[in-house]
């Protein structure tokens, strides 16, 4: 389905939540910690530090922080087919690895923050988008069978 960037989208898949881990929690959002050290720090292609940077509705969450237009203004966009696939993958893995519906991944997420929390408002209002993403992902995946 992803063809040519099937590796990128792996590697995206792998590396998205790279911005939580301690050292490089920076600023505490994590797609921009992640995507600011796989670009300056590692050299990482462009197009991997992209899908890092917008990962699963990331302008939504860098609104709610405050920080509208950040990533737009540091980093390209990467284009919605390949979003597309990396929130597939973010949206329908739980924290243990293993593959549940995206409304069950949703429902995860919300029940770790409280309804004040940045992460349950954005994802509170991402969800549709978020769901959209993993439909139109789920629709190319059968299509190629």
């Known amino acids: 389905m992803l063809g040519a960037d099937a590796d990128l989208v792996e590697a995206s898949a792998w590396l998205h939540d790279i911005g939580y881990s301690p050292e490089l929690a920076l600023t505490g959002f994590h797609p921009l910690d992640g995507a600011r050290y796989l670009r300056d720090v590692q050299g990482a292609d462009p197009a991997l530090v992209s899908l890092v940077a917008y990962h699963s509705c990331a302008v939504?969450?860098?609104?709610?922080?405050?920080?509208?237009?950040?990533?737009?203004?540091?980093?390209?966009?990467?284009?919605?087919?390949?979003?597309?696939?990396?929130?597939?993958?973010?949206?329908?893995?739980?924290?243990?690895?293993?593959?549940?519906?995206?409304?069950?991944?949703?429902?995860?997420?919300?029940?770790?923050?409280?309804?004040?929390?940045?992460?349950?408002?954005?994802?509170?209002?991402?969800?549709?988008l978020l769901t959209a993403s993993v439909r139109v992902t789920e629709q190319r995946l059968a299509e190629v069978g």
């Open 60 to 128: 939504v969450e860098a609104a709610e922080r405050g920080m509208p237009g950040l990533l737009e203004g540091e980093f390209a966009h990467p284009g919605d087919g390949l979003l597309d696939a990396l929130t597939y993958s973010d949206m329908t893995t739980g924290p243990d690895g293993v593959h549940l519906p995206v409304e069950r991944r949703l429902a995860e997420i919300l029940k770790r923050y409280q309804p004040d929390h940045v992460v349950h408002r954005s994802i509170t209002r991402s969800s549709p």
